[in-house]
């Protein structure tokens, strides 16, 4: 009776699935995602936009980069589309902390800053060991309030020169001004996104290997050594996120992949154009905010951010 049951879930879940929807896993994938969900179009007509992060202030809003275009945008389901603040400083990577102030990877600054509730920017940390970031591109916030983030050279603004040795992923703490380079075998560095309980940092390579790496996490908040976790097969690995059973959710060439915690795929939310970036958020953390190009696209699923402020 209960397989009987479970395959009728399956084929009704598999008749309702739409276009948008390839699943690889279709028990596993049923869990994050209605068959019935579809892809919405939110706002076009930018030029290469990245970096989502989603605050519940202000009745809920979505802040994210429109990097050639010097701006960060900002979108609410009640205003639409809009301006946050212009110039920008070609910020790429943003994140709310836990005060819900807006932290930023500027690549025009080759520096983080961070937002204020009256609208101040400070900078944070523009330097390590005495020379400049290449060009900080995407970062994730510890529960206590510790930056991790990333920085390739990507983002280097043109004419200046590249000061640090390599490309590599930095641990930097607000309270103390302390930075340290965590990673530094990475190609290029882009994505990073902590497990649940934060002993898991994943980091997207979105240079040669095209891979999402897994590393430890020690106590002194330092990372040990690292081992593949899963290879994307279309497009470059880029911005990746968590949901709170573990799964990892990752930017493709066509779209979002999902993979379970043990680094197999699940399925794939398609998108018309290529994914660079994505958020959980929405009034009820349900929706998955997709960044692709010129485009912000969303799509309802069931499952919230493991780190969901």
């Known amino acids: 009776m209960l397989r009987s049951l479970l395959l009728s879930a399956l084929v009704g879940w598999s008749c309702a ?8 896993d ?73 005060e819900g102030r807006l932290v930023s990877c500027e690549h025009g600054s080759r520096s983080l800053t961070r937002t204020d509730h009256d609208g101040m920017v400070e900078t944070l940390v523009m330097s390590y060991d005495g020379k400049k970031f290449n060009s900080p591109n995407d970062l994730a916030i510890t529960k206590a309030g510790i930056i991790y983030f990333t920085d390739p050279s990507y983002g280097l603004p043109k004419g ?26 990475i190609d290029m560095p882009n994505g990073i996104a902590f497990s649940p309980d934060e002993q ?8 040669k290997s095209k891979d999402i790496r897994v590393y430890p996490v020690q106590q002194d908040g330092s990372v040990g050594a690292g081992r593949v976790f899963c290879h994307i097969d279309n497009g470059a690995a880029d ?8 799964r990892v959710w990752s930017s493709a060439g066509d779209g979002v992949r999902v993979y379970a915690a043990d680094g197999s795929l699940i399925g ?3 998108t018309p154009e290529a994914a660079a970036n994505l958020c959980f958020g929405g009034t009820d953390g349900k929706t998955l905010f997709i960044t692709a190009r010129t485009t912000l696209y969303a799509i309802e699923v069931l499952v919230t951010d493991a780190h969901a402020r």
Not at 200 to 207: H, I, K
Not at 239 to 246: E, F, H, K, L, Q
């Open 239 to 246: 911005g990746i996120r968590v949901d709170r059973d573990g």
């Open 268 to 270: 794939s939310i398609l």
């Open 200 to 207: 898991l940092l994943y980091v997207a390579d979105s240079g």
């Open 160 to 185: 200046t020169a590249k000061e640090q040795g390599g490309q590599y992923v930095y641990r930097f703490d607000p309270a103390t001004k302390a930075v340290s380079a965590v990673i530094t075998e």
């Open 17 to 24: 699935a739409t276009v948008d929807l390839q699943p690889v």
């Open 26 to 98: 279709t028990v596993a994938f049923s869990k994050v995602v209605a068959g019935d969900a579809t892809v919405r179009k939110l706002a076009s007509g930018m030029r290469f936009i990245e970096g989502p992060a989603w605050t519940q202030a202000k009745g809920g809003l979505l802040i994210f980069s429109d990097i050639p275009s010097n701006e960060l945008k900002k979108w609410s389901q009640g205003d639409g589309l809009g301006t946050y603040r212009t110039p920008s400083q070609n910020a790429n990577g943003n994140f709310f902390d836990g």
